[in-house]
């Protein structure tokens, strides 16, 4: 019987992947967490796709981006694995040479991702050898030295060890991966933390929430938030080891531990956070009430020296954004170290145990999740994370209005219907927000009774709706009496503008 050497070789190939990948998370559990060769390479892709493409993902993938990207990666290992395979059946050692470079590479990203331990390149390595050595054992069941070609293949020998390699790496590769993920022990750390109580609350004024429905709620459930961040993973940090740091032009670098900050006293505040990479009329914006500590009262501690202008807050994962130095001293600016979203410890995926919020500013310049360090510098000395990648360095929120209700696709009867949204000028406050059908007059929508300047409030307005597909636009003007910006802008670099129109169908 002719065995066909070249398909057992793409097996051969795969095998040696999955031993490759298995040994380095099992490397990676015992000795360095952070150094897991196919995160490093995920998040090292995160880092350099271009702006524009990192979008389209969102947009294609939502929620699902990361997913998507793990999924791209391994589909690349896989044709990667069978090449290897094959070259090393063909003409070796150049299987071995691939298999080599995959490690190099995962290897460069691992020493040179944020976090990196002393031990971070021991997971690729060894990932390397235990692949190359699997490849090679199983190419020579199918090649013995002595034989003619097509002849002399062990099959049996070589099933035999493809099977227990390929079954041991699913076993050992799943399971380190699963206990590596310390997601679970640290969610319990988190479930079992009583925060103190806040010395002050947030007072929801009498007609702070319309009830309409379709409209997004005065506040958004954690579960609802939107999220966005570069980490492929949920970093973890344990608030017993969590440490602040305040370094930079200050006359005093100091250290603070959670007990530390939470002694400072806790109160609450309602604010509105925004994403730049909100488009108008988009979901990347929420309202919740937070728990925390100004940033003023932290800085005063390490005494910001003369000539500063910035504080650079950098995340456990190396993330890091550019606050202007007033945005977090200015009294009237309720910046804030927060450890509470809505009444309890802040969720993982929203930076616990602390993380930044600024009212007034996008997330990117201010809100930084996991934060472990204030650097106070000067914006011509130091940049951020997303500076480079194409976004502005300072970026105030733009005023912006989105409809809620009715939605494009679907459909409402003919009749009274409720047309609703949301509109947040942080910092500022809505005073206005006027509704257009048809390009019609702009007609006043009512508002509800807005929390603070720092909140959306929510507005309404009763429209008589005809048969057919109408269009309908919002607008809002700030308390300063500015109209929201009509010119289309797109997010980058400094976040979208314009007046939300959208067609809706009305069924007779
Ligand atoms: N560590 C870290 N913090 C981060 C980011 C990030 O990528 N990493 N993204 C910022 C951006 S762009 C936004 S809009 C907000 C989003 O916060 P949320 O995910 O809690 O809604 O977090 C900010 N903080
Ligand atoms: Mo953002």
Redo the contacts with the bound molecule.
């Keep these: 019987m002719r065995t066909r050497r070249y398909p057992l070789a793409a097996i051969a190939g795969v095998v040696s992947a999955a031993v490759f990948l298995a040994a380095a998370e099992l490397v990676a559990l015992l000795a360095a967490k952070e150094a897991s060769p196919l995160l490093a390479l995920g998040g090292f892709v995160i880092d350099i796709v271009p702006q524009p493409v990192k979008e389209l993902a969102i947009a294609v993938f939502g929620a699902m981006d990361k997913v998507a990207l793990l999924a791209g990666l391994g589909v690349a290992v896989a044709v990667a694995a069978v090449l290897a395979g094959m070259l090393q059946l063909r003409f070796p050692p150049s299987g071995l040479i691939v298999i080599g470079a995959a490690g190099a590479a995962t290897l460069a990203t691992t020493v040179t991702r944020p976090g990196a331990t002393a031990l971070a390149w021991a997971p690729s390595v060894v990932g390397v050898v235990a692949g190359g050595v699997v490849l090679v054992a199983l190419i020579r069941r199918l090649r013995p030295p002595s034989s003619a070609p097509e002849e002399g293949v062990d099959r049996r020998g070589f099933l035999l060890i493809a099977t227990i390699a390929g079954a041991s790496a699913l076993v050992v590769g799943l399971g380190s991966r699963a206990l590596n993920g310390v997601t679970t022990s640290i969610t319990a750390i988190r479930e079992a933390l009583r925060l103190p109580s806040p010395r002050s609350r947030v007072t929801i004024p009498d007609g702070a929430e319309l009830d309409v429905p379709g409209l997004s709620p005065l506040f958004t459930p954690n579960a609802d ?7 492929l993973t949920v ?1 973890t940090v344990d608030p017993a080891e969590w440490r602040l740091i305040v370094d930079g032009m200050v006359g005093e670098r100091i250290e603070l531990t959670f007990d530390d900050l939470l002694a400072m006293g806790l109160d609450e505040y309602a604010v509105t ?5 909100n488009e108008v009329g988009g979901g ?1 914006v ?1 309202n919740a009430l937070w728990q925390g500590v100004p940033v003023r009262d932290v800085l005063a501690l390490a005494r910001p020296q003369e000539g500063a202008d910035m504080v650079l807050s950098t ?3 190396g ?1 890091t ?1 550019s606050t202007p130095l007033t945005s977090l001293t200015d009294d009237a600016i309720d910046a804030i170290l927060a450890v509470a ?1 809505n009444g309890e410890p802040l969720p993982l ?3 616990f145990p602390v ?2 919020v600024v009212p007034g500013l ?3 310049v ?6 472990t360090e204030l650097t106070v510098t000067t914006f011509a000395q130091d940049e951020a ?2 500076t480079p990648r194409g976004y502005s360095a300072k970026a105030p929120i733009k005023m912006s209005s989105r409809i809620d209700t009715p939605r494009s696709g679907t459909p409402v009867d003919a009749g009274t219907v409720a047309v609703a949204g949301v509109a947040w000028a942080q910092t500022v406050g809505i005073s206005r927000v006027e509704v257009s059908i048809d390009d019609g007059d702009w007609q006043e929508a009512e508002l509800s009774a807005p929390v603070n300047e720092d909140t959306w409030v929510q507005w309404k307005l009763a429209w008589e709706a005809e048969a057919g597909t109408h269009y309908i636009a919002v607008r809002a003007t700030d308390a300063d009496g500015n109209l929201q910006i009509q010119e289309r802008a797109p997010i980058a670099p400094d976040g979208a503008s314009g007046w939300q129109r959208t067609l809706v169908t009305v069924r007779g």
């Design positions: 938030f939107y999220r966005v961040d570069t980490a970093p956070l925004t994403c730049v990479s990347l929420g995340s456990v994962d993330f954004a979203m995926e929203h930076g993380r930044m996008y997330g990117y201010s809100a930084t999740k996991w934060v994370y997303w």
